[in-house]
């Protein structure tokens, strides 16, 4: 077992993981350590691979993006049973930035909890384009009670390439502006047998879509909320669709899912699905 704590660095406040590097962390706390620009807790970058298993990521702060990992230049870490809680960054990604150049983390039976992306988007996870586009997968984890002052209090997902969440919660999660749960802006997005409950935005409704199809199946969407009374759960805008089957919407605003923009601009395909308010 190994503690770092209370470091502080110019990047990667707690642990610097890059050139090609694959190293395996196992039963580790990586706490309370600050930088001056991205990673508080971890920086991830140039080709690296690493795994951690049974590790917690908690109380980091970031003057940049990445309270807790930031991952960057084509890293595809593996995260198993890890804790990402408490961490603040200042610009993107409270709890992790995946930023750009074909990075493709994993992440499995996980929590992404209480983080804060204070001056800019995405308080659980943030993931975007810079020279290319990142991906993810996250399963059987929670990403909960995260907070931004921009959008995406969950999960903020800008020119992304797909995103793979399934079997996951994301609950209880809030932004200033649009997606409590989720802000999608042009990712290719596919949730399966996922629950999206108890998110608020004060601007824009609980899950945001523009201009790129998101996918849910098998999956419980209830019970979001925006400061506006007549907003809708989901919001499909410019060009975006989306397409649900076998799921269940419920209590969600006025409307489960609302369109913005020309008829022949946004498509809603639903099926086999519950929803408790229809559409505008």
Do not use: K
Not at 76 to 81: A, I, L, T, W
Not at 113 to 136: C, E, K, L, V
Not at 148 to 157: A, E, I, K, N
Not at 215 to 228: C, G, L, Q, V
Request: glycine letters at 12%; a negative charge; proline letters at 2%.
């Amino acid at each position: 077992n190994i503690t770092i704590s209370e470091n502080s660095a110019s990047r990667g406040g707690g642990l610097c993981v890059f050139n090609h590097a694959n190293a395996v962390i196992q039963n580790a706390i990586i706490s309370n350590n600050t930088t001056t620009s991205n990673g508080g807790g971890l920086f991830i970058e140039d080709q690296s691979n690493p795994t951690f298993d049974n590790v917690q990521i908690t109380g980091n702060t970031a003057t940049g993006s990445g309270g807790g990992v930031y991952i960057d230049n084509q890293s595809s870490p593996v995260f198993e049973n890890v804790q990402i809680t408490g961490n603040t960054a200042g610009s993107y990604g409270g709890g992790i930035l995946i930023y750009g150049s074909d990075s493709n983390p994993i992440i499995n039976n996980s929590a992404i909890s209480n983080n804060t992306a204070d001056g800019n988007s995405g308080g659980g996870i943030a993931a975007r384009s810079y020279n290319g586009s990142p991906s993810f997968s996250i399963s059987s984890s929670v990403i909960s009670n995260n907070s931004t002052s921009g959008s995406g209090g969950g999960v903020y997902l800008e020119l992304a390439q797909n995103i793979y969440i399934e079997n996951t919660e994301i609950t209880g999660n809030t932004s200033s502006n649009s997606g409590g749960g989720i802000h999608n802006d042009r990712s290719p997005l596919f949730i399966n047998g996922s629950l999206i409950a108890e998110n608020e935005s004060s601007q824009w409704p609980a899950i945001y879509i523009y201009s790129d199809p998101v996918y849910i199946s098998n999956s419980t969407i209830a019970n979001n909320s925006t400061s506006s009374e007549d907003q809708a759960g989901i919001l499909v805008n410019h060009h975006a669709s989306i397409d649900i089957t076998n799921s269940i919407l419920i209590n969600n605003g006025a409307y489960e899912i609302e369109t913005s923009g020309s008829d022949s601009s946004t498509t809603v395909t639903v099926s086999y699905t519950n929803m408790s308010s229809g559409t505008d």
